[in-house]
């Protein structure tokens, strides 16, 4: 098995010790995606305008590993507080129309008090 690492200039860089995403036998496992833009400043908005950051920075990787958007097949969304599950759902739907399997789920806290986080797996 070889493991490789995906890094896309136009999407949020790593706030920890991981990679953006890993290929592994034809699929692409993106890390979790926050609101955050290419420099790694927090996006300010509701909850869809945040929800989109994290979709566009999904896209951004899955384009630098030579896959897109339609060919994920799994998405995980982790919300702080599901009020905002309605108003992530409208944005989500607009942006993963072929509407791959998805766990979403409330947690406590996220990384740098962001509301949303999403990751993601695709095919190559």
Same mark, same amino acid.
């Given at each position: 098995?070889?493991?490789?690492?995906?890094s #896309?200039?136009d999407?949020?860089p %790593?706030?920890? %010790?991981?990679?953006? #995403?890993i290929r #592994?036998?034809?699929q692409?496992?993106?890390?979790?995606?926050?609101p955050?833009?290419?420099? #790694? /400043?927090l !996006?300010?908005?509701?909850?869809? @305008?945040?929800?989109? !950051?994290?979709?566009?920075?999904?896209k951004?990787?899955?384009?630098?590993?030579?896959?897109?958007?339609?060919?994920?097949v799994?998405?995980?969304?982790?919300?702080?507080?599901?009020? /905002?599950?309605?108003?992530?759902?409208?944005?989500?739907?607009?942006?993963?129309v072929?509407?791959?399997?998805?766990?979403? !789920?409330?947690?406590? @806290?996220? %990384?740098?008090g962001? %509301?949303?986080?999403?990751?993601c797996?695709?095919?190559?």
């Open positions: 098995m070889s493991l490789s690492t995906i #896309a200039k999407a949020c %790593p706030a920890g %010790p991981y990679s953006q #995403a #592994a036998n034809g692409i496992f993106v890390s979790g995606q926050i955050a833009d290419a420099s #790694a /400043n !996006v300010e908005g509701n909850i869809g @305008q945040k929800t989109q !950051v994290c979709c566009d920075n999904i951004a990787i899955l384009t630098a590993a030579g896959s897109d958007v339609s060919k994920i799994k998405v995980n969304v982790f919300l702080t507080d599901m009020a /905002n599950f309605a108003e992530m759902n409208a944005t989500y739907e607009k942006f993963f072929h509407k791959p399997a998805r766990s979403c !789920v409330a947690v406590h @806290q996220l %990384p740098k962001v %509301p949303v986080e999403i990751e797996i695709a095919l190559e």
